[in-house]
């Protein structure tokens, strides 16, 4: 009998749902919900903390940042709430009113700009425009232009107050403002863009709450018209499907990323062709898949990544801009969470150096978390109770950060932010044992013994379970209490550690009654603040079984006979051996050609037909003997 110990060899592989778990690296794991990975440890991740004060109940349409001011839309009213005012309550804006069924609101911070000087056309036959330095200047002040794809666009100002924007007819050379009626906007290197179906509207240049483009010579509308003179006489389309998300490039080049959900599409400014002064826009074909919508796409380490109706997609920016890049792998190792799963509500967000996805998944609604320090994905967050996640936003106080969203059942959340934790769970997988036979790495049965997880950073006691699994199939679950009877040191504490705490301890779960299998594992859960450091899992493996040690060891067992499922078969194809006493055999061949076996139990194990093999006997060996099966066996 030999004694096999695997183990958990940090976790800064993180997910990996592409392999089996059997051939994970030491530093992968096959699943993590609710945890955090960094720094060699699992922690548990703070609970959700539901936010009602000040927010009625009702259709919720969008949640947004702007520093340390959050704005929430319900039922078509704002409500703002200053996060560095302690104790504050979401305030309602007083006189805002858009589409209150409208499925979502877009809003979009534009800065305090100047209308600055009056723009003229030097002459009709040189209309590339020009300004007059002699007239005088006014300014626009810092705003958030709020679209709910029906009504005239309102603005809201730092100090709480908000009302419509003009329309094209209200725009005078005195008062120069103009918005379209559009839905989804991003501003960018001084032009404010809205989307109109699968028309996209532009701005002047540093002009975000002006869209008369088209002007004369005396700086007045070329028309009064809208069609000849605003928003839609310098509009563009990538695609004639409506326009699923518009995000700034973050190239220095400037321009957008513009997604259909069939196409993606970078739109370029072209300074060398002007149109009233502007530069038109020249469009780069990407790859045929688009974000779901203008909430689901995210920069992560300076690549961009989206969330597709199949998955989470990424593509390098840079390197695609010049024509040498392609689609990269970013979500293979975590492909299997979307296997059959179409995403419908979607968005992405950043925050804490972690990009997170709130996606549908296999486990159903669940926030996919990537950690952009380790460049790995490392958990996915699950919270009971918690609702998909339509949207995201990132509160920045003088003090801290706040990570808040909205859900499809019209709640509202301030993540990361509960009194208490969730339970994390970890699946360390299922690892197998082999040894060599020959040239042949023979997988062999192994019988658990024990699992041990050392924690450390214990703060308060709390419950372990652990549920072990042989060959897929779960045993019984398992407690442990982790006590903690210290009192914790607060800062400033002793150096160079708080050495009168207990704070590193180890649990132990006796699994030695379970089943014997090829691949052993376990999961395991706790919901109270400790780390996990490290953990093992022990196992028996049965030498003698694989290797005739005695007379008396060979006179005590019984032969081994066998019946092959099928009398023929291709290279590589498998093959299905039932009968008696096949938990000992080592290798097969066929026709003279060794290969390897994989045993369920005492009556059954597959091979495949190794390459090479010819027609001919098939041989089962155990040890230094070997049991013919069939005389003949053609190969195809």
Not at 305 to 327: E, H, Y
């Amino acid at each position: 009998m030999t004694a096999i110990t695997h183990k958990q060899e940090g976790y800064s592989g993180g997910l990996n749902l592409l392999l089996d778990t059997s051939q994970l690296n030491p530093s992968e794991y096959k699943l993590m919900v609710n945890g955090r990975s960094r720094f060699g440890r699992i922690n548990p991740v703070a609970s959700p903390l539901r936010v009602t004060t000040g927010l009625p109940d009702g259709n919720y349409q969008g949640c947004y940042a702007v520093g340390n001011f959050g704005i929430v839309f319900v039922s078509g009213k704002a409500y703002y709430k200053d996060y560095n005012a302690d104790g504050s309550s979401f305030l309602e804006i007083p006189g805002f009113q858009m589409s209150a069924v409208a499925t979502q609101l877009y809003a979009v911070a534009v800065p305090a700009s100047t209308v600055n000087f009056v723009r003229k056309i030097v002459s009709l036959d040189k209309i590339e425009g020009a300004v007059n330095l002699s007239s005088s200047v006014s300014s626009s002040p810092q705003a958030f232009v709020v679209q709910d794809g029906v009504s005239q666009p309102w603005v809201i100002f730092p100090d709480g107050t908000a009302r419509p924007t003009l329309n094209f007819a209200q725009w005078t050379t005195d008062d120069r403002e103009y918005v379209p009626i559009g839905s989804m906007m991003t501003y960018t290197s001084g032009i404010l863009y809205v989307v109109r179906g699968s028309a996209i509207y532009r701005s002047v240049t540093g002009r975000p709450l002006d869209f008369v483009v088209g002007i004369n010579t005396d700086g007045d509308k070329l028309s009064d018209m809208e069609m000849q003179s605003g928003a839609p006489l310098v509009s563009f389309r990538v695609s004639y499907d409506d326009v699923s998300s518009i995000s700034p490039s973050g190239l220095d080049v400037g321009g957008l990323v513009i997604s259909t959900t069939r196409v993606t599409k970078f739109v370029v400014p072209n300074f060398n062709s002007l149109v009233f002064g502007e530069p038109t826009f020249d469009t780069i074909s990407l790859f045929a898949t688009g974000a779901i919508n203008p909430f689901s796409i995210v920069d992560v380490l300076g690549d961009v990544a989206f969330v597709d109706l199949t998955g989470i997609r990424s593509f390098n920016a840079v390197q695609q801009l010049k024509n040498s890049g392609q689609n990269a792998p970013f979500s293979l190792k975590i492909a299997e969470l979307f296997d059959g799963v179409e995403q419908t509500v979607t968005c992405a967000g950043s925050f804490d150096n972690y990009d997170f996805f709130a996606v549908e998944t296999v486990y159903g609604p669940a926030v996919v978390v990537f950690d952009e320090l380790m460049r790995v994905f490392s958990s996915v967050d699950i919270y009971e109770g918690l609702a998909g996640i339509k949207q995201f936003a990132e509160i920045k106080t003088d003090l801290e950060r706040k990570l808040i969203c909205i859900t499809t059942d019209n709640k509202f959340y301030e993540l990361f932010s509960g009194p208490g934790l969730e339970s994390v769970g970890f699946f360390f997988g299922e690892r197998a044992a082999s040894k060599k036979q020959g040239d042949v790495e023979v997988r062999v049965a192994q019988k658990p013994i024990y699992v041990k997880a050392v924690f450390t950073d214990v703060v308060e006691s709390g419950t372990v379970s652990m549920t072990p699994y042989t060959d897929e199939r779960s045993g019984t679950l398992l407690s442990k209490e982790l006590i903690q009877s210290t009192i914790v040191d607060v800062p400033p504490r002793p150096l160079p550690f708080h050495s009168n705490d207990d704070r590193v301890k180890a649990v132990f779960f006796d699994i030695s009654d379970g089943r014997e299998g090829f691949k052993s594992g376990f999961w395991m859960r706790w919901g109270f603040s400790a780390s996990l450091l490290t953990v093992e899992l022990a196992c028996n493996v049965q030498s003698g079984r694989r290797q005739i040690g005695s007379q008396a060891e060979t006179a005590a067992r019984p032969l081994v006979q066998a019946v092959l499922a099928a009398e023929s078969g291709a290279v590589g194809g498998l093959v299905s051996v039932t009968g008696v006493g096949l938990s000992v055999v080592d290798s097969v061949s066929v026709g003279g050609v060794v290969g390897g076996v994989t045993v369920y139990s005492d009556e059954s194990l597959v091979f495949f037909v190794p390459v090479g093999a010819q027609t001919g006997p098939v041989n089962l060996t155990v040890g230094v003997n070997t049991y013919k099966v069939l005389d003949t066996f053609t190969v195809v």
